[in-house]
């Protein structure tokens, strides 16, 4: 009876080593990999990827257990987006998340199969990334807001702080695919307005100070700049050439006022980013890009820095600070 005890704890014994075995063989199951194609990945972005990386989470998404991302950053060089590009689609990501244009159409060039969302732009359809905003069609998808109704509104607020102006200087930065449509929409409002514009190009950061001397010379009484990934990480040194220029400045996101800018009125982009991981959970669960209707945002944010009003020597009328959503002291 004993024999035959220890020979059945020899089977089972034998049994949990191959049982382990087997399993030790076995390949760790493959985590989804999400490839993240940025402008900058430096402090003036670093809130925008934080804000995807928090909708992951929120999303139950935890880095590096159930899914790993994979960054890529053209450091402010619109060329270098091609080649970055291809070298996530060689490592065969599950989704490329791109927020500039030029990042956007470089994805799309490099690939026609991996899924990819954009978390802001301003212009899907004109720019041909998508069919429509309700059917994108291809294999892009992700979220939107028009500039061009913005703008109007924009330059008419301005107007309002700053009610003496007849000329307002544009600000914006070529490449910008969607500046057209916004230089035109400004351009309908300043009739309406009774004020001229003074459209301001710059290719590089070092044009800024250019642009600035060309509006101060002019002179501009006041300054718009024209939605675009590149302004918005060149935000501080607009905003400081602004401040020492003594022109008063509309801005589109909220950013621009935080670090100082008189005011903004936008979408807030930090959230697009953070909804930009419903769209990879979304996908990475079975969804076809070409089904996601692009989302626009709902809400838009209105804010006022009265410090750098009051070194401006501007009073903002009471009107106008009581239907801001933050006034920053």
Do not use: C
């Amino acid at each position: 009876m004993r024999t035959v005890r220890v020979a059945l704890a020899a089977v089972i014994a034998l049994g949990l080593l191959a049982a382990l075995l087997t399993a030790d063989a076995q390949p760790a199951p493959r985590i989804p990999r999400i490839g993240y194609l940025a402008a900058s990945l430096g402090t003036e972005a670093s809130h925008l990827i934080g804000a995807f990386r928090q909708g992951l989470r929120e999303l139950g998404y935890v880095e590096g257990q159930n899914i790993a991302l994979e960054f890529r950053s053209a450091e402010n060089s619109a060329d270098r987006y091609p080649a970055l590009a291809a070298e996530l689609v060689a490592l065969n990501v599950d989704v490329i998340v791109a927020g500039a244009t030029p990042a956007v159409l470089a994805a799309k060039q490099a690939t026609g199969t991996i899924p990819i969302v954009f978390p802001i732009h301003t212009d899907p359809v004109g720019a041909g990334l998508v069919a429509s905003l309700a059917r994108p069609g291809g294999n892009a998808t992700g979220l939107s807001f028009s500039s061009e109704d913005l703008t109007g509104k924009r330059l008419e607020l301005l107007k309002q702080v700053v009610p003496g102006i007849h000329r307002i200087a544009v600000l914006w930065k070529s490449p910008n695919a969607a500046a057209p449509v916004q230089l035109k929409a400004a351009e309908v409002a300043a009739r309406k307005l009774a004020i001229s514009l003074q459209v301001l190009e710059v290719q590089d950061a070092e044009g800024l100070e250019r642009a600035f001397q060309a509006a101060t010379g002019a002179p501009s009484g006041a300054l718009l700049v024209v939605d675009d990934p590149a302004t918005f990480l060149l935000r501080k040194r607009i905003v400081e050439l602004a401040a020492k220029s003594r022109l008063p400045a509309m801005y589109g996101p909220r950013e621009f006022a935080v670090d100082g800018g008189l005011i903004a009125y936008g979408a807030n982009i930090p959230d697009m980013f953070r909804r930009a991981a419903i769209y990879v959970d979304k996908i990475l669960k079975g969804a076809k890009p070409a089904d996601l209707p692009v989302e626009q945002p709902t809400k838009f944010e209105f804010v006022i820095n009265l410090k750098t009003a009051r070194a401006l020597g501007l009073t903002i009328p009471q009107s106008i600070l009581l239907r801001a959503d933050q006034v920053i002291e």
